[in-house]
């Protein structure tokens, strides 16, 4: 991971964890209701791991990230 060196006040940099986060909120967190803390966290483990292996992508050519990653890293 790099960091960011762009200037003060240029929130584009935030922008695809802004969108990330969002796709686990509208596709997890609002569809369930969670009694404790450890619940939210193992939930959102799960989808990280259904988003990268399981969630087909149209952007990504109909496939997963990890799929995506494997055919197209050089």
Do not use: W
């Amino acid at each position: 991971m790099r960091q960011s060196m762009s200037g003060v006040g240029r929130c584009i940099d935030n922008g695809p964890m802004e969108g990330y986060c969002g796709i686990i909120k509208s596709e997890m967190y609002y569809l369930k209701k969670f009694t404790s803390k450890e619940n939210l966290i193992d939930a959102i483990e799960a989808y990280i791991v259904y988003y990268n292996n399981n969630r087909y992508q149209h952007r990504l050519n109909c496939m997963t990230p990890i799929e995506y990653h494997e055919t197209y890293a050089t």
